[in-house]
């Protein structure tokens, strides 16, 4: 429930004028337009947000890894088609290194995680790390 003793108007809050204090309700809109009372919301001001930074997951080749599993790494946990990840698989073994998606610090870090943790699971050497886009 809320106590009308307690509450507090914004024009009580404005500082007093020479002529409040001799102006009746009939000089208070002069005609032109022009109000001489402030009246108006209190915003509160915030701050401006930036877009996160972007971090790249990648996939390093090695001499070990079978190409299945690699594919298999990109469909369970990039959500790559066979045809997005055979391409992906392909980069990494020409190139040596290959983007699997590019994500917020903590996904990221999560999906290197992932990847090494399935991978040590399975004895495979594949190494997944990220950096900063």
Known sequence: MINNDNMISLQMLRPKMDDDNHRDDSDKD??????RRETGLMLKVRPKTRKPSMYKVVLLNDDFTPMDFVIH????????????????????HRRGVGVCGIYTYEIAETK????????????????CTMEKD
């Open 30 to 35: 002069s005609g032109d337009g022009a109000d």
């Open 73 to 92: 790494i990109l469909e369970k946990f990039f959500n790559k088609t066979r045809a997005e990840a055979t391409d992906v698989m392909m980069h990494v």
């Open 112 to 127: 290197v995680s992932q990847v090494m943790d399935y991978a040590r699971t399975h004895e495979q050497p594949l190494q």
